[in-house]
């Protein structure tokens, strides 16, 4: 076999045969060489000669070529290697090993692959492979380096030119295999490689700003600061001019991580170890951890009670460097039904009060929501008016969001956990839900949700299972110790080698859960028992459950501290030492003293935050908490829970723990009070925009007032409940749900002949048909409704029935009922008796009314000076229905006065106000109108694709007026541009769609654009036929 001739020029140029290097003496030689080596194919004389004289210096070119080839040929170690065949010449390359030919068949095969993955995602180990092999072929950064070919300028531009294309295949390369590294959680060597795309273009500011990223997760913050003086330095010399600002900003970061020490802040975990002992067995668990942390992204830990979720967690957060910002969010079992629970445990505990001084004034509105002690650093108005809105919730994702940012953006690498995520409420999960969808963990942050899999939560899997579709979630799964693994722990427990005997008698009972396994070696130790003279007699005295360990703990206690710790287990597994002190009626000394003796058996433990610098104690496990309450007798249960309800509800700061309060009321058999703070905590939980939380807490109240024998006495129990569960129906959008609660209110107003039951029953029912767009059958119930009301002689429910009457009539185009309707209400809303929201409500409906009918009647200008006065006047007294008619006044009053831009931004705010609701007919009439005003305005990709938007909302809910009017405006966009064909279509459809149905605003509307089509294209007659109906 030959041996090849080895040409390598990616670098400094290596000419090797048979592992000798070959010397070749000429330039000129050497350039014919290297340039038949790239271009890896016959070339022409011509172009040879193009190439080395392109002036025509030589007088026979030709002859000098033919010189210069006969020479090469001489030099090489078999004249063969050059080929020539008539005017073409080349490198005979079956016998050639070319590094640059290498390298592209490489860069080619790879981009083509490439192309497939997306470049936040990790390549598979055969393509990293392919790609580390392309780029060892380089021996250096530049072609052809260390010979001069200055003296042939062609060649040294063919050379400069094939430099840059080579080394911008090679970047490429380069930045995905980095790309990799950095998703992949090898952050030291993805910054190795950001490194090296600087070095080689000293403009690369992306590249320049990964490498800083790294540096600053990394912890390596006066590298960082290195790394700035250097690229400081080579801008100035390079380009003439200062940092860019994406590099300066990191720059300053850097800064301030190497001049700031916040490690008293954030660096200590707030839970301690059990029994102090070091992490057995997990590490290939704690090593994908750590790989994900520096990935960036979301972990789903899975295990048993007991498998040692929480303590893996913890042994991440120690082994990383620098410490991460710990966000701890832990759920408990007991405040499942309040929402954002874990989170606002999370801000409390885990951030610092400075941090609070640097976020702007309108996130901390939006986060007083779920804080009110932030309510101190913003505006007391600001803050009354957002805690009224259940678009909040939109605005606590948007805050929570925001603080991650401002933390990574200050502090660092975020590391989050969600601690028995299976007990997390709805809203915490739509939070993090919202924040994963957004990015929130996919670049600077690590989520970590532990749960088991033997609790059900719902959302949390559904959660889990949609992120796959859009985040790179990793499932881990924790399984029990190994036999061996358990020896380890066993011997690091007791400080002496377990028995074999003993050990598999342990890993049998336990089957290597490490929570069990360390209670029963606690238990051992603590009655001082020997391991050996145990394992010898076979009989180890393993409970059959870890229920008999904590038994047997809690009798070693006196009578007041096992009083203590079942008053503890009633609040809950955190501890407010100033409850727990109301509730068990203990002197602080003697609590003081119990606790310690708690602390010493091990059923509790403390910890101090170093944010707040309090306090806190916590079971040590939920075990132990869920044992000692099955100790207790029920009765002494129920007076613990009465004592904590009416504590709680006395005491303002517990305002935001309504569903606690109330159930502990429930567990204390006090139906009557539990009743009425699940109504609040219903009104709380819309409050935030916590639909499924508000819907249970009135599925609570509905089912203590079924069991209530004062139902059929006293109706108005009846009416408090379904009133303000229909008013949280309505507003939610929730049809069917409005219908059950009307016919259920009117079966027990018929019941009990209550004529304001049944009344206020025909209101609800008529709201569900104004729902459903049924306005004359709504308009038909909502006048039976006033007779009954009249008769009951209730004012408050009479002027809720006439407005609801006003607004029916209108849509029925009854405008003298509106009149009237208005009219009615303000002159009712002058009774002193009425509650002062109430009163407020009303008065800016009936206003309303009438400003309604100026646009109707076309006084455009005087329509919009009375929409601007009400949003003036009550805009910040109304609850967030109100307010979005408020805005719909102004935005619709703008487009028919031609203050399109106007139009556009109350339109807007009215969207963002609208679809946290849920409230899809408010929300399809408010992008019909955005979509008319961006028409007018020639914006017409913008109005076709919100008149789109407006047509599927309205068509999934069968809203018929708002399909007409969706179609309206769809077929004026396309009038526009005068495509005829598709706009008759949406103009036909909208005709269609209002059938033989009663007579709407909007199908008026509709038919007459359509008349104006077909009059444009000819077809007067049908037109005026049209135009007459319409008239």
């Not at 290297?34 to 004289?53: G, M, N, Q």
């Not at 042939?152 to 094939?162: C, D, G, L, S, T």
């Not at 990709?941 to 769809?970: P, R, V």
Request: with cysteine; glycine share 4%; aromatic share 8%.
């Amino acid at each position: 076999e030959q041996m090849p001739l080895k040409i390598q020029l990616l670098g400094p140029v290596e000419i090797k045969f048979d592992d000798k290097p070959l010397k070749i003496r000429r330039r000129i030689e050497r350039a014919i060489l290297y340039f038949l080596a790239t271009e890896h194919k016959p070339v022409s004389r011509t172009k040879l000669i193009d190439l080395l004289w392109p002036d025509g210096e030589q007088t026979d070119p030709r002859a000098s070529l033919r010189t210069a080839l006969s020479r090469l040929r001489r030099e090489l170690p078999d004249p063969d290697m050059i080929t020539t065949e008539l005017d073409q010449v080349g490198l005979n390359l079956d016998r050639c090993e070319i590094d640059i030919e290498a390298f592209e068949k490489h860069y080619y095969h790879l981009k083509n692959i490439l192309t497939a993955y997306q470049s936040d995602a990790t390549l598979p180990a055969t393509i990293v492979d392919q790609i580390e092999q392309a780029l060892d072929l380089w021996r250096g950064n530049t072609f052809i380096s260390g010979d001069n070919l200055l003296n042939y300028p062609a060649v040294e531009n063919w050379r400069q030119q094939i430099n840059r294309k080579l080394n911008h295949d090679r970047k490429f390369l380069i930045s995905r295999l980095a790309e990799h590294y950095q998703h992949g959680g090898k952050p030291e060597r993805a910054l190795t490689l950001f490194m090296l795309l600087g070095r080689m273009d000293t403009s690369d500011v992306t590249s320049q700003c990964a490498a800083l990223d790294l540096l600053i997760n990394l912890g390596r913050h006066q590298d960082a600061n290195n790394y700035c003086d250097t690229l400081e330095s080579i801008y100035e010399r390079e380009y003439s001019a200062p940092l860019p600002d994406e590099i300066l900003f990191r720059c300053q970061q850097a800064h301030y991580r190497l001049t700031q020490n916040h490690a008293e802040e954030k660096n200590q975990w707030p839970i301690p170890l059990t029994m102090q002992l070091q992490l057995i067995g997990r590490h290939k668990e704690l090593l994908r951890l750590q790989q994900a942390f520096f990935k960036g992204g979301i972990v789903s830990l899975q295990g048993e009670l007991g498998s040692g979720k929480t303590r893996l967690v913890q042994e991440l957060f120690q082994t990383l460097s620098p410490k991460p910002f710990l966000m701890l969010a832990p759920a408990r079992e007991m405040e499942k039904g309040l929402p954002f629970s874990p989170i606002i445990h999370c801000m409390r505990h885990s951030l610092p009060d400075h941090i609070w001084e640097e976020i702007d004034p309108v996130w901390i509105s939006h986060l007083a929501l779920l804080l009110p002690e932030l309510s101190r650093l913003t505006m007391a108005e600001t803050q009354t008016s957002l805690s009224q809105l259940p678009e909040g919730k939109q605005h606590i994702y948007e805050g929570l969001q925001h603080i991650c940012q401002h933390i990574t953006i200050k502090y660092g690498r975020i590391l989050f956990f969600l601690d028995d995520a299976h007990w997390a409420d709805t809203q915490t999960l739509q939070a993090i839900s919202y924040m994963m969808s957004d990015s929130t963990f996919a670049k600077h942050s690590l989520l970590v949700m532990a749960s088991r899999p033997e609790e059900t939560n719902r959302d949390l899997e559904s959660m889990i299972n949609q992120s796959f579709r859009s985040n790179p979630i990793q499932i881990m799964k924790l399984q029990g110790l190994t036999k061996s693994e358990l020896e380890n722990l066993a011997k690091q427990a007791t400080n002496t080698p377990p028995p074999e005997a003993f050990i598999n008698k342990l890993y049998q009972e336990t089957n290597g859960n490490p929570f069990l396994a360390i209670e029963i070696i606690r238990d051992i130790l603590e009655s001082q028992g020997d391991l050996n003279t145990i394992g010898a007699a076979g009989n180890l005295p393993l409970p059959t459950s870890v229920h008999k360990l904590i038994q047997k703990r809690l009798l070693q206690l006196d009578e007041t501290a096992r009083h203590v710790i079942l008053c503890a287990a009633v609040l809950g597994n955190e501890l407010s030492l100033d409850l727990l002190q109301a509730v068990a009626d203990i002197p602080p000394s003697n609590l003081s003293q119990i606790l310690d003796r708690l602390l010493k058996s091990g059923l509790i433990q403390s910890t101090k935050s170093q944010i707040s610098g309090k306090t806190q104690m916590h079971f040590s496990h939920e075990i132990m908490r869920e044992v000692i309450l099955k100790e207790a007798s029920d009765l002494q249960l129920q007076i613990l829970h009465h004592q904590a309800a009416q504590h709680m509800a006395n005491d303002p700061q517990y305002g935001d723990k309504a569903n606690l309060i109330a159930s502990h009321f429930l567990s204390s058999a006090d139906e009557k009070q539990a009743f009425k703070w699940f109504l609040r905590a219903a009104d709380h939980a819309w409050n935030l925009g916590s639909s499924e939380d508000a819907k249970n807490a009135y599925l609570q109240a509905e089912k203590l007032l079924a069991n209530n024998p004062e139902t059929i006495t006293q109706p108005r129990l009846s009416l408090m409940l379904y009133q303000q569960w229909s008013d949280f129906a309505y507003e939610s959008n929730q049809v069917d749900l409005v219908e059950q609660i009307g016919a259920k209110l009117q079966h027990i107003g018929g019941t009990v002949n209550h004529p304001l039951l049944i009344g206020m029953s025909q209101v609800i029912l008529s709201n569900a048909c104004f729902l459903r767009q049924n306005f004359h059958t709504g308009l038909d119930l909502i006048n039976s409704a006033i007779e009954y009301i009249t008769i009951a002689g209730d004012n408050e429910a009479l002027i809720k029935a006439v407005k609801r009457k006003g607004v029916i009539s209108w849509w029925t185009l009854n405008y003298n009922e509106v009149e009237n309707a208005a009219k009615l209400v303000l002159e009712m809303c002058q009774d002193d008796s009425l509650n002062e929201d109430l009163r407020i409500s009303m008065e800016f409906n009936a206003k309303h009314l009438i400003n309604m009918m100026q646009y109707t009647h076309g006084h455009a200008n005087e329509a919009f000076q009375t929409a601007q006065a009400l949003y003036n006047q009550y805009f910040h007294k109304l609850e967030p229905f109100d307010r979005l008619r408020s805005l719909y006044l102004l935005s619709y009053s703008s487009l028919i006065s031609a203050e399109f831009e106007k139009c556009e931004h109350f339109t807007k705010k009215a969207l963002e106000l609208a679809r946290p609701l849920g409230a899809e007919i408010l929300e399809e009439i408010n992008l019909v109108i955005l979509s008319k005003a961006e028409l007018a305005q020639g914006k017409l990709d913008q109005a076709y694709q919100h008149g789109l938007q407006a047509l599927h909302s309205a068509e999934k809910a069968s809203h018929t007026s708002m399909i007409i009017a969706a179609n309206c405006i769809l077929g004026d966009i396309l009038y526009a541009v005068r495509n005829v064909t598709a706009a008759a279509q949406y103009y036909r459809v909208g005709q269609i769609r209002e059938g033989l149905s009663n007579v709407s605003f909007y199908g008026i509307e509709n038919k007459i654009h359509l008349a104006h089509l077909l009059a444009w294209t000819g077809q007067i007659s049908e037109a005026r036929q049209i135009l007459h109906n319409c008239l």
